[in-house]
């Protein structure tokens, strides 16, 4: 289940245009003389994805009514690139064997050419950032050494069930807001927008990435196996404890004291069925949707000093509706 099928960014009068360029872009930036390893790179663009990060930088462009150019569909698909070498890497740790419907790259052809093709896809992005100026260039590099801290504070607190908050913010920044800031903010100088739209456009990517992450985090816990297309609870059998269970954790209930119990190593079957019906039915969840309205609250607030157009709009509303794909029963 994704989270953002229907996004209002989606749904701007030129995007399907935007993203018919989007797509072209994604399918030059990968073409290689060598057949296999272009096969090999253009494994996920063929199966999908819905480009959220070429799409924000291409509204971004537009807040103050700009021409989406060339140059800014070619920004965006720089951060979509890293995303995509960020998803090849994080496939081969997991282990995992289906992304998007499809075999991932390490199932099908192995992990060596994973990591080999996703090392290719952040070579091809900082190509593409190159070109559009030492400023995008810098800001790219920067994000992916984001995207790896992220990962990391990650790993470090896995199966911990003493997890801060502080790490799990610090992982969300990471791994996945700070590419939806940099994408706006790409979006924002190539556009060759002021520098104070520049900053508020960062500020608003940040603050969706943070809601699209806690979200997605929530319906981890809260979605059915079949809306996820994976067991429900994936994350916290894998050690990785989010927002809803970090906030289940620290409760002064007996059902959090046995929670604290069960969480810390590897789940049977049963203890899975368990620690799920627990934080499912504990105050944990409304608590993290409670701070993911804060950042719909942060993301808006950026968008206050930019015009009224279709643009802003749509970065208004997207991150709400992100939310209301939670249902809290109040
Ligand atoms: C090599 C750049 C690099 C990083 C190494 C592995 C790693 C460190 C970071 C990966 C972190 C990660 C998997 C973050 C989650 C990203 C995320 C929000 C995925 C879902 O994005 P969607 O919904 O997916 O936009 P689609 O399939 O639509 O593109």
Not at 109 to 116: K, S, V
Not at 161 to 170: A, K, L, N
Not at 282 to 301: K, N, P
């Amino acid at each position: 289940m994704s989270n953002a099928q229907t996004s209002p960014l989606l749904a701007l009068k030129n995007s399907d245009a935007d993203r018919e360029r989007i797509e072209a872009a994604m399918h030059t930036a990968v073409e290689t003389q060598d057949a296999y390893l272009t096969e090999i790179a253009s494994h996920l663009i063929v199966a999908g994805g819905k480009r959220l990060r070429p799409v924000l930088s291409a509204v971004a462009a537009q807040v103050v009514g700009a021409k989406v150019s060339d140059d800014v569909i070619r920004g965006g698909v720089a951060c979509e690139l890293v995303h995509l070498g960020s998803l090849y890497h994080d496939d081969v740790m997991d282990e995992a064997d289906t992304r998007r419907g499809v075999d991932t790259v390490n199932a099908k052809w192995g992990n060596l050419q994973a990591i080999l093709a996703g090392d290719f896809l952040l070579s091809r992005a900082s190509e593409i950032a190159a070109s559009l100026g030492t400023e995008v260039a810098g800001l790219l590099a920067r994000t992916i050494g984001w995207l790896c801290e992220g990962q990391i504070a990650e790993l470090r607190h896995t199966y911990d069930v003493e997890r801060p908050e502080t790490s799990y913010y610090t992982s969300i920044h990471g791994k996945t807001a700070s590419l939806y800031g940099t994408a706006a903010r790409i979006g924002g100088i190539v556009a060759g927008h002021d520098q104070t739209t520049i900053d508020a456009l960062t500020d608003y990517g940040n603050a969706y990435g943070m809601v699209f992450q806690i979200v997605d985090d929530i319906l981890d816990i809260t979605a059915t196996d079949e809306q996820l297309g994976k067991p429900a609870g994936h994350d916290m059998v894998e050690g990785v404890y989010t927002l809803p269970v970090i906030r289940t954790l620290t409760l002064d209930t007996p059902a959090a004291g046995e929670l604290t119990a069960l969480l810390g190593s590897a789940l049977d079957i049963e203890q899975q069925r368990r620690a799920l019906a627990i934080v499912r039915s504990s105050d944990g969840v409304a608590s993290a949707a409670a701070t993911a309205q804060e950042y719909v609250d942060r993301a808006a607030a950026a968008c206050s000093s930019f015009a009224d157009t279709e643009a802003t709009a749509a970065l208004i509303a997207a991150p709400a509706a992100l939310l209301a794909n939670v249902a809290i029963d109040a």
